[in-house]
């Protein structure tokens, strides 16, 4: 019942439209879609659910892709000639729909692998943008506002990756230097921007990593407060999620579902837990962005109201 009013109230007051049922399309609002743990060859679902999200993609248009993180299993990739690129991502995204940016961050999986393999891919791809293991993107929701995008690199934050360097190959890398690049970018941005950071690891959880990722929480927890992130995007678990933890101005959207997936959560009190395959869709206004569970078969599984 209350998702059924939401969507009401969405179509009332902002005149959305839809010609895929369940989904609501608000007009002159920053769409975009998030999928993660994605890269299996097609198999695990990874591509039906790829054609659902070509389908959506055909009636909203979303303005770009976010991947993230896990893009290629089991080892990332090993060069830009690398098999996976087309069997994993070229073949199983081919519909025009598909062909906006995509922004990609870096998970653990693709550290087994060479991560700058998939930096060097945006130099031949047009679609796949990742310049470097971190960087940001600003996008325009009205004359006087705009829409904040940290993309990170969350992996040289896990302590326990440091102690398997042969698998995961952190050891040397400025963590220093990527939290002051994002400090400075969120204490400058206007306060009437909305701002989201991407990493691949959950800092809150439901799922099989529950109570999550204990070094993010504490590395980056208070800061996101204290710069007013409105979103913390990732993946990490193989399921979809929303959880907005009590006390805390942040919201953390898990989708992680683009392959294989793991249903082994279950939702708390306000929070969203769901085990299939799937990914999210985020349609940002001035005030309000409204996110969409979309599953493998099409259908809206809930809506969240992210309000300033």
């Not at 050891?171 to 306060?191: E, F, N, V, Y």
């Not at 579902?257 to 929070?271: L, P, T, V, Y």
Request: charged letters at 25%; one cysteine or more; a neutral charge.
């Amino acid at each position: 019942m209350k998702k059924f009013l939401l969507l009401i109230l969405f179509i009332c007051n902002n005149t959305a439209y839809s010609d895929i049922p369940g989904i609501i399309i608000p007009k002159d609002a920053l769409h975009f879609f998030v999928i993660g743990d994605w890269g299996r060859n097609g198999e695990y679902g990874q591509k039906e659910i790829a054609k659902v999200m070509a389908d959506a993609a055909e009636q909203v248009e979303p303005k770009f892709i976010i991947s993230t993180g896990d893009n290629f299993y089991p080892s990332g990739v090993r060069s830009i000639m690398d098999p996976h690129w087309k069997a994993s991502f070229e073949d199983i995204y081919p519909q025009h729909s598909l062909q906006g940016d995509w922004y990609i961050v870096l998970g653990n999986h693709d550290y087994k692998g060479n991560p700058d393999a998939q930096i060097e891919y945006s130099t031949i791809s047009r679609r796949w943008n990742m310049p470097s293991r971190y960087f940001s993107k600003t996008f325009g929701i009205s004359k006087s506002q705009s829409a904040q995008f940290l993309f990170m690199d969350s992996n040289p934050y896990v302590d326990a990756y440091h102690k398997e360097d042969e698998t995961y190959h952190v050891k040397g890398i400025d963590t220093a230097g990527q939290r002051k690049w994002m400090d400075s970018l969120l204490s400058q941005a206007p306060k009437s921007d909305w701002k989201f950071v991407i990493g691949h690891h959950s800092i809150y959880s439901l799922g099989k990593r529950k109570p999550g990722m204990n070094d993010l929480m504490n590395k980056f927890d208070a800061t996101f407060k204290a710069q007013g992130v409105h979103a913390y995007i990732c993946g990490h678990e193989h399921d979809l999620q929303i959880i907005h933890p009590e006390n805390k101005s942040t919201v953390h959207f898990i989708s992680g579902a683009g392959s294989e997936i793991r249903d082994a959560g279950k939702a708390e009190g306000k929070d969203f837990y769901y085990g299939k395959q799937g990914f999210m869709m985020f349609s940002v206004m001035e005030k309000e962005t409204l996110v969409q569970v979309i599953d493998i078969t099409g259908n809206v599984i809930t809506s969240y109201s992210l309000k300033k």
